[in-house]
Structures are given as structure tokens and as C-alpha cells.
């Protein structure tokens, strides 16, 4: 199996010295996240490419690969080929034909070949013989050189024949480290996770900070969905989680701060705080998922004085992203089913919001706070490699391994979402499979048969484990997981 991955333009068009390095960077990137998997993945850095092979041909293998290659950054696009040898012009339309036979019926088309060694053909004769060859051999709607419905990629390379089957788009950005560590301030509401997508995509290795409002059901959800994120987009390097106790500012706002004002001032506290942890952990720039106008603090004079607190730069993506883009972000990159079981945690929403706040009255306010709070906070926040979150959550839920270990008042709950379910459905031995998605657990889980047990199923083993702990957090006792 090969994948030929092309590198985003935006690298390709850098000197030659920062492209390669850049080249080189998204070379370990993905042999990092490969070989995680299959230790026979061999990624190849050639000039304007990156040549990926395994020789686990698997379906499973293969849907891993292009998982992959469409969600780590720094790509373009990747083409999957079928690779063999061949004889002559016949030969290689004799393999071209069962390749595209289906996909080119109803549909015009043209052959574009590219040809490398030395060959009794030029690389128009195969674009013409192959092109005439499927047109007389397949239902296809004729050959069309200008705006086909599809283009027959074929590349010949000494006694090497690559058909190319199918195209894959890619992220786009710069190869993960491409760009300096960023600390991207998460809510676990829509544009933190959204702004956190696109520092990653941009190359950023992006850690995420977490102030705790909600409790430990508010902690489970965050570290959900910036699990889901690292793992998806950036699981090549490793990232911090931090998760900051900040209800004694919350209190201490209630109690000293004017009403009007606590929605700046928390959001000021959080900004002190978080450049304090980022100072801890050696990175410049901190992420929000602000954008102007959303809600009350984020008027342009509030924004003004929020950053005024902290010489740290405050990188946020979405400034002037409207609220519908920001959600049809968050459905396509999967975090939207996440942030939708999140509640709105907020401790200090005020009646009359003030949307254009005054810098001294602001002042005179949290001149009534007591500033050790930040960092004492701080000294207390929790740091931790995000690959902690698997494996504490493994220590917190107890795990059903086996068919045989199955009780009789325990039912298998499969939690993936309905695509998932639909592509690999799950088949226990004549057990019976309920399938609830783990987005309407939050809801509706408590109006499931509370009699019986319920064994949690996922593909990976770690959001259900963090969906048990959030049940079990909320107060049903009856959950486990099913890792078969
Ligand atoms: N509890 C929190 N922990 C960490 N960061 C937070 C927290 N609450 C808010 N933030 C940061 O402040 C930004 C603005 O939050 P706010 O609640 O005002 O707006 P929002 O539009 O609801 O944001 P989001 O959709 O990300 O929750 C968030 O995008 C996030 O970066």
C-alpha cells in the first residue's frame, strides 16, 4: 500500500532551507502517529513529497492511514496509489481497466501520465492509449481534455507502475512545531475548541489550560474534548493539560465585585492566572475563543481591557468569525457533539453585563480582590501529559474484558456515533448491543432500564472510559466498560 502525501504550498514556497525543515518535520510527524500502529510504516521524504508505504494491506490498515494523512497538518493532499510492475502499453491499460471501470461509467474523463526511465513510449502515447482503451471498454460518457468529470492519474517510474485511486484532501497549515508552543484557553464551549483546531492547524503545538467553574463533571467534558483534539490533529507531539481550581476567584468575585463588572473582571483573572501558568511551562502565547461582539466581554473596549493585564500575546483565531462558521467548524472537525453536552459553567453571569467597561472603575473593583488567590490558584492547577487523561480515567473505571465476563442484568453499550456504528457495526456472540451516542448520554441515559448495567464501548477504549466517569460522576453507579 502507498500514499504519496504533497506538502501544503504555503511550505513549498519557503526558502529552501525553512522547507525542508518543515518537510522534514511533517516526515516525523506522521512516522511518529504511523508507526504507533503498524510498525511497518515507512514514510520516505523526497523533494516535494512524502512517499508513505506499509505492507499491512488491511482494509483496516488502510482506513487508519488516510485517517491520518487527512488530519495531520502540514498536508495538501495525499493520493492513494496502487502500485505494481508491467510489461507494455497494454499491460498497464490491462490493470488500468478493473481500477476505474466503475468509477468512470456515466462520466467523462482523461488520462494524465507522468513518466520517469526509459521507455519505447512517451507519457501522451499512454495518456492516449489507455485514455482510447477506456473509452471503448467501459460505459464511460466519452474522454474529455478540458474540465473532465474525472482525471485517470497514472505515473510510471522505471518498471514501477502507480495507478492512482483515489485523492484524499488534507488539513492544510504547517507540520506540527512548525510554529512555537501556544496555551489555549479551554471552556469546552464551541470557539475555544474551534480556536484550538486552528493554532494546531497552524502548526502550533497547543496545550490547553482549563479554570475549573463546574466541578468534576465540567473537568471530565474539557478533558474530553481537548483529548479528542490532540488525539485527532496532533498526536505526533506531546501536549500539557492544565486544569486550574478557580473557584475561590469565583467566590471572591462574588463576594468584592459590583455586579456589572464580573464578567471583565473573571475573564481578567483568567488571563493573569493563565499567563502565570504559561510562564511556568515556558510558552509565549495564549489562545482564546473570543470573538467581537459574541457576548458582553467581548466588546472591543472590554477585549481592550482584558488584554491590558498581561504582556503575554493573546492569539484569537475567531476575532471576527460569526457564530454559524464557528459552529459548521466545530461539526466538521468533530468537537461540536462534545461542546453541545457541555453546559454553560459560569459561576458570575451578571444581570446588566457591562459592554463598555471603565478602566478605572474596573480598578477600583478588583482593588477589593485579594491577588494572592492567582497564585495561589496557579501553585495549585494540575499539570499533566495529556496522555495521562487515558490512563487516569483506565485507574477510575472498572473495565469488562471478556464476552465470558459479562453478567446477565449487563447490557453493551456502543457509544460511537451512528457513521462509526454504520462502517464497523459491533457483533458480541449473540449478545444483545444497545447503541446510544455519546453525545445524548448526558441526557438520556437515565432514561435507559436503570436496573441493569451498563458496559460502555468505544473504538479506542478512552472516551468511554471518560463518558463512564462523567456518569458515574453525575451519580449512576450502574457503568462500566466494555473492552473486548
Ligand atoms: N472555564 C474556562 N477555562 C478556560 N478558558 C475559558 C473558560 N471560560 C472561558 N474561557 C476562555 O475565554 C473565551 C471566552 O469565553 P466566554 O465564555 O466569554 O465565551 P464563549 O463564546 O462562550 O466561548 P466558548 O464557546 O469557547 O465557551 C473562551 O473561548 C475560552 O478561550
Known amino acids: 500500500m502507498k500514499f504519496i502525501v504533497k506538502i ?13 525543515r518543515f518537510s522534514k518535520m511533517l516526515q516525523s510527524s506522521l512516522r511518529n502517529i504511523l508507526r504507533r500502529e503498524d510498525e511497518h510504516a515507512r514514510v520516505i521524504l523526497e523533494w516535494d513529497k512524502i512517499v508513505v508505504r506499509t505492507t499491512d494491506d488491511s482494509d483496516k490498515n488502510r482506513e487508519f492511514y488516510r485517517e491520518v494523512l487527512k ?57 492516449r492509449y489507455v485514455g482510447g482503451g477506456l473509452n471503448q471498454h467501459t ?33 492544510g497549515g504547517f507540520p506540527m512545531a512548525g510554529q512555537e508552543d501556544v496555551l489555549s484557553l479551554m471552556s469546552g464551549g464551541f470557539d475555544s475548541a474551534v480556536s484550538s483546531y486552528l493554532t494546531i492547524k497552524r502548526g502550533s503545538r497547543t496545550h490547553f489550560c482549563f479554570f475549573n467553574l463546574g466541578g468534576d463533571a465540567h473537568e471530565i467534558g474539557v478533558k474530553q474534548i481537548s483529548y479528542f483534539l490532540w488525539n485527532k490533529y496532533s498526536s505526533s507531539h506531546k501536549v500539557k493539560f ?16 459590583d455586579n456589572s463588572q464580573m464578567g471583565v473582571v473573571l475573564k481578567r483573572m ?10 511556568r511551562l515556558g510558552i509565549e502565547a495564549l489562545v482564546t475563543g473570543e470573538a467581537v461582539g459574541q457576548v458582553s466581554s467581548q466588546t472591543i473596549r472590554n477585549l481592550s481591557l482584558i488584554d491590558s493585564v498581561t504582556d503575554t500575546l493573546i492569539l484569537r483565531p475567531l476575532i471576527v468569525a460569526d457564530k454559524q462558521d464557528i459552529i459548521d467548524t466545530a461539526r466538521k472537525i468533530g468537537t461540536a457533539e462534545f461542546s453541545e453536552t457541555i453546559p454553560e459553567y459560569c459561576g458570575v453571569i451578571s444581570n446588566k453585563p457591562t459592554v463598555k467597561a471603565v478602566k478605572e472603575k474596573i480598578e477600583a473593583e478588583e482593588a477589593k480582590f485579594d491577588m494572592s488567590l492567582i497564585d495561589q490558584v496557579v501553585m495549585a492547577a494540575n499539570v499533566m501529559d495529556i496522555r495521562q487523561i487515558a490512563e487516569e480515567a483506565q485507574e477510575q473505571v472498572s473495565d469488562v474484558e ?28 449473540g449478545l444483545e448491543v444497545q447503541h446510544m451516542p455519546f453525545f445524548k448520554l448526558g441526557n438520556q441515559f437515565g432514561e435507559l432500564d436503570q436496573d441493569k448495567t451498563y458496559l460502555l464501548y468505544c473504538d479506542r477504549g478512552v472516551m468511554s472510559k471518560l463518558q463512564a466517569l462523567y456518569l458515574i460522576e453525575k451519580g449512576y453507579g450502574n457503568v462500566k466498560v466494555y473492552r473486548p
Open 242 to 257: 492544565v486544569s486550574v481550581p478557580f473557584d475561590p476567584v469565583v467566590a471572591e468575585i462574588l463576594e468584592k465585585v
Open 270 to 279: 483568567m488571563m493573569r492566572a493563565a499567563t502565570k501558568v504559561a510562564e
Open 402 to 429: 471478556a464476552v465470558t465476563e459479562i453478567a446477565a442484568n449487563e447490557v453493551i453499550l456502543d457509544i460511537r456515533s451512528i457513521d462509526e456504528v454504520e462502517d464497523s457495526p459491533l457483533d458480541v456472540d
Open 139 to 171: 460505459d464511460a460518457a466519452g474522454v474529455k481534455l478540458r474540465k473532465p468529470q474525472e482525471t485517470i492519474k497514472i505515473e510510471v517510474e522505471h518498471e514501477k507502475l502507480y495507478l492512482v485511486t483515489e485523492r484524499h484532501e488534507g488539513l
Open 71 to 127: 488530519n495531520t497538518p502540514g498536508i495538501a493532499h495525499s493520493l492513494e496509489v496502487h502500485e505494481s510492475t508491467f510489461t507494455d502499453l497494454d499491460d498497464i491499460f490491462q490493470q488500468a481497466l478493473p481500477v476505474y471501470k466503475d468509477l468512470l461509467a456515466g462520466k467523462t474523463f482523461c488520462v494524465r501520465a507522468k513518466r520517469n526511465g526509459k521507455h519505447d513510449f512517451t507519457s501522451i502515447d499512454l495518456e
Open 8 to 20: 501544503f504550498p504555503e511550505v513549498m514556497m519557503k526558502s529552501k532551507s525553512v522547507r525542508q
